[in-house]
């Protein structure tokens, strides 16, 4: 099994994306901003304590922002190093990760990034929640490595109709899972109807969709916090036929418990 580094090195290059800010209405989402970035993932060799040989790998991100539109000067930007990783992190094998809160607390907002590798292209959403539980924005990040995102490809949504019609159909595939309790990865097979990945959100562009509570079971409300925060993607939205999953488990304490992801593939008619 791959090592967190060794999975994060998979996002080694220069990725060029589009940030994307939404926030929840009653009439579907609203788009509240957006901005291009070029975030850089680079090796670096660490230096042993006698200066030789290097003691090891650290990979360096850098992420810089620009405006939509107008000037090319960058916004801002930001270079960290990463040699250790936070405990709400988990990287799998092919590059994915889910990222957040290790515990849902009273009286604090709540956050949570799942993203996925796939070939040269990433499709991330961060998902945040005011501290009374209530969905309060969404930014969706779609980046190709190497070259510009293309806005017809990879940045049209499905509408409603369009994810129902995809979903239909007998899926199959790998459910790769990690839990917090054991440390450690297990596999099971999927077989289902794809229809039980629908949700209650609109589809976001890039063809990604959310799945979760809102409001969330916040510990002042709720004496069971159990909850589930989900983002699903098609990376080929041309065909429908292939689909990622990631779900965010949280136990009836609203601490972190298990991060799975789907690999699945829809049966031929």
């Not at 239909?168 to 917090?180: L, M, V």
């Not at 099971?188 to 976001?204: A, F």
């Not at 429908?240 to 829809?266: E, M, N």
Request: negative net charge.
């Amino acid at each position: 099994m791959k090592t967190q580094k060794q999975c994060l090195a998979l996002h080694l290059g220069e990725w060029h994306g589009l940030f994307s800010d939404y926030r929840p209405t009653a009439d579907g989402w609203e788009l509240g901003g957006q901005k291009r970035s070029l975030i850089t993932f680079t090796a670096l060799d660490l230096p042993s304590s006698s200066g030789s040989p290097a003691a090891g790998i650290a990979i360096r991100q850098t992420n810089t922002y620009y405006p939509l539109q107008g000037s090319p000067a960058p916004e801002s930007s930001h270079t960290w190093v990463y040699q250790d990783f936070s405990p709400g992190l988990r990287f799998f094998p092919d590059g994915s990760f889910s990222n957040g809160r290790m515990q849902l607390a009273p009286f604090s907002d709540f956050a949570v990034e799942q993203g996925f590798l796939w070939r040269d292209r990433k499709a991330r959403v961060v998902q945040q929640w005011d501290a009374q539980g209530q969905l309060a924005g969404v930014t969706t990040i779609l980046e190709r490595r190497g070259q510009a995102l293309d806005p017809g490809a990879d940045c049209s949504p499905l509408s409603k109709e369009q994810l129902r019609a995809c979903l239909q159909g007998r899926w199959r595939g790998i459910a790769q899972s990690f839990t917090i309790a054991e440390g450690q990865f297990a596999e099971t097979e999927v077989d289902c109807w794809g229809t039980e990945w629908l949700s209650n959100w609109d589809p976001l562009p890039g063809g990604l969709w959310i799945g979760g509570p809102d409001p969330l079971p916040i510990p002042t409300v709720h004496r069971d916090r159990s909850f589930s925060v989900s983002l699903s993607w098609f990376p080929q939205p041309e065909d429908c036929h292939y689909l990622l999953r990631l779900i965010r488990d949280y136990d009836a304490r609203g601490a972190w418990q298990r991060v799975t992801l789907i690999r699945a593939q829809k049966d031929p008619v």
